[in-house]
């Protein structure tokens, strides 16, 4: 199992920016997918990016061209950049990883994004 540490939430005034972190207890070298998943508060979880460990990226609509996830092999962290943030963008956001069969989660961290 990969642990998990989130950090960067907040709060932010609509339109600012935030980078939220994803630090591993492994090398992220040996980890095939890293992604970062949403919740807001009586919702499904969304997955907002994922990253390969090829460098391949993908986003959900809601999010491409204002959100950018990005991998730091030599951290073992992972990162999602996040600009022009809505007040829809408020949640608990979460990463994740995939390393073969085995999905591990963080703890997840507060986005509250005001208007």
């Known amino acids: 199992q990969v642990q998990l540490v989130e950090s960067g939430g907040g709060l932010v005034q609509a339109g600012g920016s935030l980078r939220l972190s994803c630090a591993a207890s492994?090398?992220?070298?040996?980890?095939?997918?890293m992604r970062w998943y949403r919740q807001p508060p009586g919702n499904e979880r969304e997955l907002l990016a994922a990253?390969?460990?090829?460098?391949?990226?993908a986003y959900a609509d809601s999010v491409t061209g204002r959100f950018t996830i990005s991998r730091d092999n030599a951290t073992n962290t992972a990162h999602l950049h996040m600009n022009s943030l809505k007040p829809e963008d408020s949640a608990v956001y979460y990463c994740?990883?995939?390393?073969?069969?085995?999905?591990?989660w963080g703890q997840g961290t507060q986005v509250t994004v005001s208007s």
């Open positions: 492994v090398s992220t070298l040996s980890i095939d997918f």
């Open positions: 990253r390969t460990s090829m460098g391949s990226s």
């Open positions: 994740n990883t995939i390393k073969g069969r085995y999905s591990s």
